[in-house]
Structure formats: structure tokens, C-alpha cells
């Protein structure tokens, strides 16, 4: 006979053991403990007269190469664009906040070019916000735009860590890429030297280096390219671009792993 | 109106004995009287325009405009109470944003505009409230090709080729009838707009007026946004030379 | 499965303060990194809170920002209730405070140092902990380099637990003059940049008097 209330009408222990209450006592539960489908670097870079961001084309799962067209750079407004790298589910997400946002400000009038910085500011507080929840987007943005007609270039990560220099890149390309940009553009005011064509160069040598590198790159990627015109915006996208004068004699050099004849 | 004083004009939710809900008879006469509005469906998309009538030499020009945005794909013009109006606005406004939420795709027209409808339709039938004293018109063009409704205080919502609403849509019908909505391109139909406006405002000289135009169409990416200034010009001069040539032939 | 960390270790490099007489000085190196990459050289650290305030965050760089932000929501809000009344450092370091410790349970990983000139006129500097805790001081250092900058600042500038040779008493805490102040800065800034890599690139010192507010720059070590 159990003689308390609250054990009446419950399994008895003698029969089914003691009521096992260790899920109450566990871990919080928390939201995106790892990202699934991802893209990989990011990388963008100033010029004298605007600034090139590089997204390839690949989202991977785990390491299976899943889908191979995945565009990475999203307009937003007229004269910015927003490199993601990361969970491309939540890169989706952004891509709704990011029309959203645009819609929102098309109701002004008269109504409202969003700038760089805007956009910068507010995917920071975004990603801010979420990583403050515990339930962040997990993701590395590149932002590239201009703030008072000069280039404007700035990252921001899953934490709400931000940045603006010159060159920056996110993941590997932090390691591969910015070395290849700095040897352009070190310092603020550096970008002043340097030409679209030079830009593009770079960014483009930094794409092949981590196709060679990175073993979650595709040498097809996206390239933006953000001028002004007589002091007009000019966005120029160009999609399908390859990695080339691939050279891969080298791969027959390396030994000591794999199914080899010596 | 033989029926007034009779007591069955206070309530929504009455009807007289003849069968009709004056509250909302009555929300028809302030679009009557409210500035002319216009909407033409034509070939390649939709244009919306609207006579806006200097009320004040106070007032900055360009500013508080007519015609707004509902969303990418969606412009709204109407007639009657202005604050009516803008209300409407924001409901459609919250209507196509729930739906992107929900399906992550640009709401239908016909949706959009059923779904207005039914919202007006609501504030006929509760003797809490009163209706709106606005006629809307919703034009845009998606995946379905471009539409083109109006929607009155009953919450009727009809798709036209050509629909004109307010003071001057006795006038405007008149010349609406006589385009080719085939064959009509956004830029024709916004220089028509000019002129037909231009024409209903002759029974209303004496005030200044502003001219609003919208367009959506497949050549700037389905997108609602006022016409480029060049193309209002020309569509003002196109108006003004074509009243001309009526008064002297 | 691990759980997702809030905190990362992106972070501005290193800090200092110095209090005078009659000025204030706060220093910082505009290198941001997370671990051993530099993400930016050019990033300055010192947030001007308006009303000659002050403020550098050193620590968690998201954080950092989310304070300073805070902080300039308070002090706008403050001038309008106040009638755009100056608010005095003593308020601005207790409103830093209330900021802090109410994230006691989630805090902002931060170790805040503020100067401002006090109402007599002396220049002040007031350090805090991640909760909140803070005091005024003669001195303070903070960041990847606090380690190295600290013990030079006790030894240059309050002369902690030294003996003057002439009487053998402790010696007494002299009030520095601005130049030998901001000499002590760079020399503290060029060695904290010789033996700590997240510190170097550009020392921007923020100089603090009756006057106003003098800026300037020195190039450190960039590798």
C-alpha cells in the first residue's frame, strides 16, 4: 500500500522502478546546436572605386558536396550586397529579412535607398539578438556597399562580432585569402592604389587558392562588383564564373595516402 | 433618396424596408465626391493614377502621396476619406506581408484583393462601426499576369480592364471605353491616364491639381513604383496638347 | 552535443588610462582580432559617449559594442528628461554599473575602463569588472595586453611599494605632467606590442583637458 497522496494512482516502484526524473534536471533546451547544409568563405575587398565580393556556389552536407548551384550573394537595395556563408537555411532566413526590409522601406515616401551601413547595422543586431537567445543564425555575412560615395566593406559573424576593413573574409578564406588581399589593400586609404581590374585579379587568385585549399569550395562562383558611375551605384553580379588555369600536376607529387603504385 | 428620416439610416446592421443599408449608400456619396482616380489594365502590365487637387497653397508639392505601395508587385489608389484610405493600405499591406511569411512567395492579386474585400465587406454588417468611405483600387502584375480590382464601401470587388472612381469617373469611364486595353502599352496607358484626367478635371477648372501615376509592368521587373519623371513630363505635355486640339477642333 | 557558446574571442587589443591633475588620457590600439587572425587594423576601440566621456570595452568585441550602445541610449535619454543637462563622469560610471550588473546572469564580457573630467576639475578614470563592480583610479589597463601593461603603469605611475632612496620612506604618488603621461602611453603601447600579438597596428590616444579633446595617432608594430 502506498500511503501518500501523490503516489496513488501511479505505476508501483516494486513493479517498474522508481519514476526516472532525470530529463527534468537536464540541459536547457537550446536551438541550432550545429549548422546542416553550409556554404563556405566569403571574401570581398575595396578599390579605388567601389569594392568585389566572392561567393562560390557549393552548399555542403557535412562533407558531401549536396547542392552545386547555391547562390551566396543577395542584393539588398540598390548598391549593396550581402555575402553568407554558413547555414544556408538561415541564409534563407536572412534572405526574407532582407526583402522584408526592403519592402518596408519602399512604403516611405519619398522613399529610402538603404546604404551599407544600414544594412550593416541592422543584420548586426539581428545576428546580435539571435546569438543573445541562444538561437542563432549561423552564419558569416560580408557587406559591401558604399557609405558617403566611398566603399564601405564590413563582416559580421553568428555572434554579432563585427568588423569593417579594407579586405575581410570569412572562414577559411581568413587564413588563405586575406593574405593573397592584403598584399593589395593593408591598412585604411590603401584601396585608393588599387584599380577594379587589380581588385577582381586578386579576389579572383584568392577564389583558386581555396578551390585548391579548401576542401568545401567549387570553383564556380558568384562575383559582385560594386562601382560608382558618375556617382551613381553600378551593381554588377556575375554568375557561373570558373576558377581557371587549373593546374593539378602537382596532386601526382603527393604520396603517402590512397591506393598508389609505389 | 425618398427613404431618409425614416430611422433606417443609422445602423449598418438594418436593413430599410426597400432592402438597402444606407450607412453604406451614404459611404458611396464620399467617393462621389472624392478626388478622380484611375486604373487601366493594359498589354504589358498596370498603370494607376490619380488627380490630386490643390487643397492648399500651404502645401508642399510632391509630398503626401496618393498612390502607395502594398508590395513589391502591389500598388493601391483610392477615392473618398483619405485617412479610410491610407487604412486600407496598411491592412493590405499586412495581408501581403502574412502571406510571404506563410508561403515565401508574392500574394496573388486576386487573393490580395478578395481578402481586402472581405475586411471592408466586415465593417457593413456591425452597428459598431461604419464602413469605408473609400473606393481602392488595386492593380499589379504577377505570376498570373496583371489585374486590375476595385473595391467599393459594400466590400464589392470587380477586375476591370479600366475602372475610374471619384468626382470625374463619369467623364473618365466615357474615354476608358474608348482604349484598346490589347493593344495598349504601360507607356501609352500612362500618357492616356495624363490625358484623361486632364479631361475629367475641364468640369472642375478653377482648382490646381497634381498628377500621380504609378505603373507595374514586366519590363521594370514587376515592380510598383511611381512613373521616371521624363515619362510624367511627356505624358503631361502629350495631356495638355491633346485638350487642346479637342477645344479648338 | 555541445551547447552553443554566446561568447567568442573577438576582441579589440589592448587598452590604458591615466588620470592627471587636470587631464585624463585613454589609449588603445585599433587592431580588432578573433584568436590569432587580424580581422581589421583600423578599428578604433575608444567609443566617444559624448559630454566629453569616454569609453573603451575590452573583452568580447560583440559585447563591447552592445554596451556602448547601452550607454548612449542612457545619456540620450538622460539629456532629454534633463533638459540636455552635461552628465558628470561619477553618474555616467554608476549608470555603466546598472548596465552591467543587469546582465549579472548573462553578462557582458567586458572590462570597461571610462575617463572624463570630474566636477573639480581633476581628469578621472574608472575601471570596471564584467558585473559591474568599478572604482576610480589613478590608472588602469585592460585587454590581451593588461598583464604587461599594468605592473608598468603601478611602477611609473603610482609608484606602488617603492622606497625613496633619499629618506627610505614609501614614495608618494606624484601628479604625472601631460607630456611624461603620454610617453609612458607609447612606451607602455610599443612594449605591449612587442610581446603580445593580438596588440599593434596603430595607437590611438584620446587626451583629455580643460580645453577639450586632442586626438592622436602612432604607428605600432603590424605583425
Keep these: ?262 | ?249 | 552535443m555541445s551547447r552553443f557558446n554566446p561568447y567568442g574571442d573577438s576582441s579589440g587589443g589592448s587598452s590604458l588610462a591615466i588620470a592627471g591633475a587636470d587631464f585624463a588620457i585613454l589609449a588603445g590600439d585599433t587592431r580588432h582580432s578573433t584568436g590569432f587572425s587580424i580581422d581589421s587594423r583600423d578599428q578604433s576601440q575608444i567609443a566617444d559617449l559624448g559630454d566629453g566621456l569616454f569609453l573603451t570595452s575590452n573583452g568580447f568585441s560583440a559585447d563591447a559594442k552592445q554596451l556602448v550602445d547601452d550607454l548612449r541610449t542612457q545619456i540620450k535619454w538622460y539629456h532629454h528628461n534633463n533638459n540636455d543637462h552635461k552628465l558628470s563622469i561619477s553618474a555616467a560610471a554608476r549608470t555603466t554599473m546598472m548596465l552591467l550588473y543587469g546582465k549579472r546572469f548573462f553578462p557582458y564580457y567586458v572590462n570597461p575602463i571610462m575617463i572624463g573630467m570630474a566636477d573639480d576639475g581633476t581628469g578621472a578614470v574608472y575601471s570596471f569588472d564584467p558585473l559591474g563592480s568599478y572604482d576610480r583610479e589613478p590608472s588602469r589597463a585592460a585587454g590581451h595586453a593588461s598583464e604587461l601593461l599594468m605592473p608598468f603603469l603601478d611602477n611609473q605611475v603610482t609608484f606602488a611599494n617603492q622606497l625613496d632612496p633619499q629618506t627610505g620612506e614609501p614614495r608618494k604618488r606624484l601628479d604625472l605632467d601631460l607630456q611624461t603621461a603620454v610617453d609612458l602611453v607609447k612606451d607602455a603601447f610599443t612594449g605591449a606590442a612587442e610581446r603580445q600579438v593580438q596588440v599593434g597596428d596603430t595607437l590611438e590616444i584620446v587626451i583629455l583637458t580643460k580645453d577639450g579633446v586632442d586626438r592622436q595617432y602612432y604607428d605600432l608594430r603590424r605583425d
Design chain 1, 1 to 262: 500500500m502506498q500511503h501518500t497522496q501523490e503516489k496513488w494512482g501511479r505505476p508501483r516502484d516494486d513493479v517498474y522502478g522508481p519514476y526516472d526524473a532525470s530529463y527534468l534536471n537536464s540541459e536547457p533546451r537550446t536551438q541550432t546546436l550545429q549548422p546542416t547544409v553550409t556554404g563556405t568563405s566569403v571574401i570581398g575587398m575595396k578599390f579605388n572605386n567601389g569594392v568585389v565580393i566572392a561567393a562560390d556556389n557549393l552548399a555542403s552536407y557535412g562533407s558531401l558536396r549536396r547542392f552545386i548551384d547555391q547562390e551566396r550573394l543577395i542584393k539588398v537595395g540598390s548598391e549593396t550586397v550581402v555575402g553568407v556563408g554558413g547555414d544556408v537555411s538561415d541564409l534563407q532566413t536572412i534572405e526574407e529579412i532582407m526583402e522584408g526590409l526592403e519592402i518596408s522601406e519602399s512604403y516611405d515616401e519619398p522613399a529610402q535607398s538603404l546604404t551599407a551601413p544600414n544594412i550593416h547595422s541592422y543584420l548586426q543586431r539581428i545576428m546580435y539578438k539571435r546569438r543573445s537567445k541562444l538561437d542563432p543564425l549561423w552564419n558569416a555575412l560580408v557587406i559591401g556597399g558604399f557609405k558617403n560615395d566611398e566603399p564601405y566593406l564590413a563582416f559580421i559573424d553568428l555572434l554579432g562580432t563585427t568588423y569593417t576593413a579594407p579586405a575581410v573574409a570569412s572562414g577559411f578564406g581568413s587564413y588563405l585569402a586575406i593574405p593573397i588581399l592584403r598584399k593589395l589593400v593593408d591598412r585604411e586609404g590603401d584601396q585608393q592604389n588599387v584599380s577594379k581590374e587589380q581588385a577582381v585579379d586578386a579576389i579572383k587568385e584568392a577564389m583558386k587558392v581555396l578551390f585548391y585549399r579548401d576542401g568545401r569550395a567549387l570553383d564556380k562562383y558568384s562575383l559582385a562588383i560594386l562601382s560608382k558611375k558618375d556617382g551613381k551605384p553600378d551593381v554588377e553580379i556575375l554568375k557561373d564564373v570558373r576558377v581557371e588555369n587549373q593546374n593539378w600536376s602537382m596532386a601526382k607529387q603527393i604520396k603517402g595516402f590512397g591506393t598508389q603504385d609505389e
Design chain 2, 1 to 249: 433618396m425618398t427613404s431618409i428620416g425614416t430611422g433606417y439610416d443609422l445602423s449598418n446592421s438594418v436593413f430599410s424596408p426597400d432592402g438597402r443599408v444606407f450607412q453604406v449608400e451614404y459611404a458611396g456619396k464620399a467617393v462621389e465626391n472624392g478626388s478622380t482616380s484611375i486604373g487601366i489594365r493594359c498589354k504589358d502590365g498596370i498603370v494607376l493614377a490619380v488627380e490630386k487637387i490643390t487643397v492648399s497653397k500651404l502645401l508642399k508639392l510632391g509630398a503626401n502621396k496618393r498612390i502607395q505601395t502594398v508590395d513589391k508587385h502591389v500598388g493601391v489608389v483610392y477615392s473618398g476619406m483619405n485617412p479610410d484610405g491610407r487604412h486600407i493600405v496598411t491592412r493590405s499591406r499586412e495581408e501581403a506581408r502574412h502571406w510571404r511569411d506563410q508561403f515565401r512567395e508574392q500574394m496573388p492579386i486576386p487573393t490580395l484583393a478578395a481578402n481586402v474585400a472581405s475586411y471592408v465587406q466586415l465593417y457593413t454588417v456591425y452597428n459598431s462601426v461604419r464602413p469605408f468611405g473609400v473606393n481602392t483600387i488595386i492593380g499589379g502584375v504577377d505570376d498570373e499576369g496583371s489585374h486590375l480590382y476595385m473595391i467599393d464601401p459594400s466590400g464589392k470587388s470587380w477586375g476591370y480592364r479600366g475602372a475610374a472612381s471619384g468626382r470625374g469617373r463619369q467623364t473618365v469611364n466615357n474615354e476608358l471605353e474608348k482604349l484598346d486595353f490589347d493593344k495598349l502599352t504601360a507607356a501609352e496607358a500612362v500618357k492616356e491616364a495624363a490625358r484623361i484626367l486632364y479631361v475629367a478635371h475641364e468640369d472642375n477648372k478653377d482648382k490646381d491639381f497634381e498628377l500621380e501615376i504609378s505603373w507595374v509592368t514586366e519590363a521594370n521587373g514587376r515592380v510598383h513604383e511611381f512613373v521616371p519623371e521624363s515619362l510624367l513630363a511627356e505624358a503631361k505635355i502629350y495631356a495638355e496638347e491633346q485638350l487642346d486640339a479637342d477645344v479648338e477642333g
